[in-house]
């Protein structure tokens, strides 16, 4: 099995570079926040935790819901069908269209979402354990830049 490569600080930073550390620190978050979850009984996948994040800000549809956990709508709809049969999540037909439904979550889910919104910030108090305030801020505004940077379209020729 390959080991993968260890970025230095030190030592400029190549693209391919980049891609590997920016892989190593989102499956460290997650590695991280699923001991988290497992320390709390939580039996939840990346793409339910940011399912159910993103219902904590409110009614979704399916997919909006597919979007941000960066899913199918098929495999949102399984998603779905698991969290609800869990009790976490309940869809309700929207009044103003009967094709679609909102996703809303219910008592428990919200219950449980709390909860493990409390393991995530456990994960990002860590994940910037040792940087003052304004380095936080500087880390996320530059990553935000990048994320943007690389998800504007490109300009035609």
Request: hydrophobic share 40%.
């Amino acid at each position: 099995m390959s080991q993968t490569p260890t970025i230095d600080a030190a030592e400029p930073c190549t693209g391919s570079q980049l891609g590997i550390l920016f892989r190593q620190v989102r499956d460290a978050m997650w590695a991280r926040m699923a001991v988290e979850l497992d320390a709390l009984g939580h039996d939840l996948t990346f793409s339910q935790y940011i399912t159910l994040k993103k219902l904590a800000g409110g009614n979704a549809s399916v997919t909006d819901l597919a979007r941000a956990a960066d899913l199918n709508p098929g495999a949102m709809t399984r998603l779905l069908d698991r969290l609800e049969a869990r009790g976490l999540i309940v869809r309700v037909a929207d009044p103003s269209d009967r094709r679609a439904l909102d996703i809303r979550l219910t008592e428990s889910g919200t219950i449980i979402w709390q909860d493990i919104n409390q393991c995530g910030m456990r994960v990002r108090e860590l994940a910037m354990q040792g940087m003052d305030e304004t380095e936080r801020e500087q880390l996320t505004s530059l990553l935000v830049r990048v994320r943007d940077n690389l998800t504007t379209p490109a300009p035609r020729p």
